[in-house]
């Protein structure tokens, strides 16, 4: 479990400022790491996060934005499981794995029908977590930053049309494409609404949307300027009229994406994949504390040796610190690469060189 100090050193990056250190979090831990750490030591039926005090944003309370359609599991074997989800669409799961889910048969790809099913995208009771109140209670007993967690619109549009499908209506259809976002923004502050009348104090916004790959934006900044910024500019400024950061996860290289975020209101950004050139040094040169960074760390430098991950570590912690608005975490998730003494020791190294 984390610490009240951890929570206010994470607490005070998320709003450009620092106190006695940075803060450390990490939020995935793939399934074949967790194994290979409870066979080096990590007590049984303990989390990494737990463990080690990195689960500062424990489990956010995330709205359903799905269809609200009846889940169901298709097949099952020792291997793989079959799943139709809220959206109606299959996943098929690799057991065990961190491994992302094969996705098909989708139900909305055209004006027709999501004019069928946009009925179903209504605001509801329903779509909030069964267990919220309770979820709030412990998140805040365990010192959690309280996150109101969702894909962003576009994100959400992709979960119902497919990655291929949801591109190329950017440029054939871009007015469903308008009507989709719309709509999903609009859900969102819905959503949000409802926990804010229940009581539900959070301390940061975040929206999850992968928008670039290994070489930079998945579409042109044009394209995004005339479709998606609007609606994410309409996001911010609501979240920021209740001074909320807003946190944006999204892999890929960034460097286009940044400004462009920058100038519709996000505040902070993760996990800035290392391997595919994304670098803090670089991006705290250029942006300061107009930024919040979390991440970075490369996983595939803390499965190396511990002389590279002091390094690696002690390069960027000790250069992104500076002024505040950094969060130690890797730069995406922990595979099984790395051992638990290496991750042990990375944590040391990040609390050597993030003191201030």
Known sequence: MTTPENYQRV????????????????????????????????????????????????????????????????????????????????????????????EMGFLVHDRATWAEHKPLTAAQPSRLPADFRERYARERSNHCVVTFKNPEPWWASVKLLGYDRALNLLVEDPELVLDMLSTYTQLVIDVYEMLEGAGIQFDAAWFNGDLCYNRGMLFSPRTYRALLMPFHKRLCGYFKARRLPVCTHCCGLVHQLIPLYVEAGFDAFHPLESRVGNDVRELKKQYGTDVIFIGNISAGILGSSKAEIEEEIRAKVTAAKQGGGYIFHSDHSIPPSVSLDNYRFALEMAEKYGRY
């Open 11 to 102: 607490r005070a990056a998320l709003h450009r400022t620092h106190v006695d250190a940075v803060g450390i979090a990490e939020m995935i831990y793939w399934p074949e790491t967790v194994a290979r750490w409870h066979e080096e030591g990590l007590p049984a039926g303990v989390t990494p996060g737990a463990y080690f005090g990195t689960d500062v944003f424990g489990t956010s309370i995330t709205p359903d934005l799905t269809l609200q359609l009846e889940p169901a599991v298709l097949f099952e074997d020792e291997t793989y499981v079959l799943r139709r989800n809220g959206n109606g669409v299959e996943h098929k799961e690799l057991k065990g794995s961190y491994a992302p889910p094969t």
